[in-house]
């Protein structure tokens, strides 16, 4: 109004998912309206409040001396220190804020929320807030204004498809493939999933995304399979693939298409995935698996672990986290956990696939805890299809070509 400088906070929820899966949906709006109040409260009248959505608040600010927009972020982080109570339960709240200010930062709306995204983001780790500066750009991840080149992305083949093998403990033999989407980026290089898968399931496109994966991956299993390296291919799904009703008959038309067969197949699914709506989840779940398409639950043992549950859920494996596995050596709760986590899955009768196997060290262990099989760099990174090929055929991981491979 005044044509002064202005400075934008952005305000992210610490871990709001969790609270919202664990408490439900109706008390994480009920949290959700408290902390508009208590932001209404440490405010100005004039002062600019808005929920972008989900758990992300702005507030715009007019702004007289640079100090001001710091004072401001911790006088918002103090109004949300005291615990909240919901239906006589009490919440504590981490957030992270991000503040970018016009005109140093930026000139127009979009420049703006982009900026203090991207400090909010190099804060997420510890907390706090945070006020944008140029050298968080190459750690970012691609965020709101690279969006637009994600689709783009997926609609012109930039992206590829790195495979890690999955390597049977008893054989010490490759026995599935695990599917790593990358961003071939004209401009920042090779962009890895961590910077643009959680975006593209904020956004929904991570339903063109995964049926491009879904396609690429399985096109190049038929291909391993006619130069006689019978191999399957897992993918990762996320949550909003799961929920959405039309991915089965999606991903059934692309197998029909190129003459994918199932049981080269598997989906990777995380726990939370399934628990953030397990209707829907295991309804598609079902379906898929009545095509034939196999289920290993990803990344297991970080959030829910609800053992109970497990054994309810109609899936083929179970993945152990890395963070886990890595620290077993040292760590004795996570040895402990990695026991009877093997345990457990076989007295369920499924099969238990280990990630993060960094040495040999690792690999004698699982091996004597009985473990299925094993994904890590102490085998072989994720490297790109070519690559593999050669893998397959040279390593002492590798597989034993078919001396008939079928046409
Ligand atoms: P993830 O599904 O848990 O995949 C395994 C990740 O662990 C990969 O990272 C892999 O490179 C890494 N890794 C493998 N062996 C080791 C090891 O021995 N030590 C350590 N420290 N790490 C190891 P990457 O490729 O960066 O993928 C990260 C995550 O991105 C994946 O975690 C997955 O959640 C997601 N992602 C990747 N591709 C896709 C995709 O096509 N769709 C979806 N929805 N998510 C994907
Ligand atoms: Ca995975
Ligand atoms: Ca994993």
């Known amino acids: 109004r005044e044509e002064k400088s202005l400075a934008l906070l952005l305000m992210d929820i610490d871990r709001f998912k969790e609270i919202n899966d664990t408490l439900g949906h109706h008390r994480g709006d009920l949290l959700l309206r408290q902390i508009g109040l208590r932001l209404k409260d440490s405010l100005h009248e004039h002062d600019v409040i808005a929920r972008l959505g989900g758990d992300e608040f702005a507030v715009l600010l007019p702004l007289a001396e640079s100090q001001h927009a710091t004072r401001m972020a911790g006088k918002i982080m103090k ?8 239906e006589g339960l009490p919440i504590l709240l981490e957030v992270s ?18 900026r203090a995204d991207i400090a909010m983001y190099a804060i997420k780790q510890t907390g706090g807030y945070n006020i944008y500066n140029a050298k968080h750009d190459q750690y970012s991840p691609i965020r709101l204004a690279l969006l637009g080149e994600l689709r783009h992305a997926i609609e012109h083949d930039e992206l590829v498809l790195n495979y890690q093998p999955m390597i049977s403990v008893k054989t010490g033999r490759a026995i599935g493939m695990e599917a790593l989407v990358r961003w071939k980026h004209p401009g920042r290089g090779m962009v890895p999933p961590d910077q643009f898968i ?11 995304l995964t049926l491009w994966v879904f396609n690429t991956a399985q096109r190049q299993c038929l291909d391993w399979h006619g130069a006689g390296l019978g191999i399957p291919v897992s993918i990762n799904l996320s949550a909003r693939n799961l929920h959405d009703p039309l991915l089965p008959d999606q991903l059934a038309e692309l197998m029909a298409a ?7 197949l598997e989906l990777e699914i995380t726990e939370s995935a399934i628990m953030a709506d397990p209707v829907r989840a295991l309804d598609a779940i079902n379906r898929l698996r009545a095509m034939g398409i196999r289920f290993a639950i990803d990344d297991f043992g970080v959030g829910y672990s609800s053992l109970a549950y497990l054994q309810r859920l109609p899936v083929d494996s179970i993945k152990i986290d890395k963070s886990f596995v890595i620290n077993m050596a040292q760590n004795q709760n996570d040895a402990v956990i990695v026991r009877s986590t093997i345990d457990l899955v076989h007295n369920l009768g499924l099969k238990v696939v280990a990630e993060g196997v960094e040495n040999k060290d690792l690999w004698d262990r699982l091996s004597a805890l009985g473990c ?11 490297m790109p299809a070519e690559e593999l090929t050669r893998w397959l055929t040279e390593s002492p991981w590798g597989i034993k070509k078919d001396p008939n491979p079928p046409n």
């Not at 959680?198 to 956004?203: K, V």
Request: proline share 15%; aromatic share 6%; with cysteine.
């Open 79 to 86: 109004a949300l220190e005291p615990p909240f109570e919901i």
């Open 198 to 208: 959680g975006p593209a399931e904020r956004t929904g496109l991570i339903k063109p």
């Open 258 to 264: 190129c003459g994918g067969a199932p049981d080269r």
């Open 97 to 114: 804020i991000g503040i970018a200010v016009s005109p140093d930062h930026g000139s127009t709306p979009e420049s703006l929320l982009q």
């Open 372 to 382: 299925d099989t094993a994904q890590g760099y102490y085998m072989s990174r994720p």
